[in-house]
């Protein structure tokens, strides 16, 4: 994590009060993803921290639904690896595996092909920000499911306060930014 990050990150992620619900402060990404230098460094760190992480190859980058997606898919071109969608419920045109979880604001379901991933495979999943857990922790529950390996849990960024690393398995947590 450099200075350089880390300005960047505050300069351009901005904090939109009590949305999508009263009382909930939500990081919107949007401003970083539409900026070209910082949206390359961005995913050059996310790409470095996933290599340090996994300690060896990646086979696949799991994306979550939504900002999940635009950040996985240049870090696993990086690594080599193929990329996966985790979507809502009801998105996915094949068979899934499906997990319901908790949310800061309610919950929600998430899928995953139930071919999208083989035993063995070495897995990171990905997305834009850590607040409770509850999504990252799912979808590692997707993974484990398919026989994969999850090697790595990263994110953007980290809401502290809101303890969502202690729900994921220590060690295999890297995040760009803790707020």
């Known amino acids: 994590m450099t200075p350089a990050l880390d300005d960047v990150l505050d300069r351009l992620v901005r904090d939109v009060e009590d949305w999508p619900e009263p009382g909930v402060l939500f990081r919107d990404v949007t401003p970083l993803l539409a900026d070209p230098p910082a949206l390359r460094v961005t995913v050059e760190r996310l790409t470095e921290l996933s290599s340090e992480l996994a300690d060896g190859p990646v086979d696949k980058v799991v994306g979550i639904e939504a900002r999940g997606f635009i950040l996985a898919v240049p870090v696993a071109l990086a690594l080599g690896a193929g990329f996966v969608p985790a979507r809502k419920a009801g998105k996915l045109p094949a068979t899934t595996h499906q997990v319901s979880y908790d949310l800061e604001y309610g919950s929600a379901t998430l899928e995953m092909h139930t071919d999208a991933l083989v035993p063995g495979e070495r897995v990171v999943v990905l997305d834009d920000v850590l607040a409770t857990g509850g999504t990252m922790a799912a979808v590692d529950e997707l993974v484990a499911a ?11 960024l980290e809401i ?20």
């Open 146 to 156: 398919t026989g994969a390996e999850v090697v790595g849990n990263v994110t953007m």
């Open 160 to 179: 502290g306060p809101l303890g969502g690393r202690s729900r994921l398995p220590v060690g295999r947590f890297g995040t760009l930014r803790t707020y």
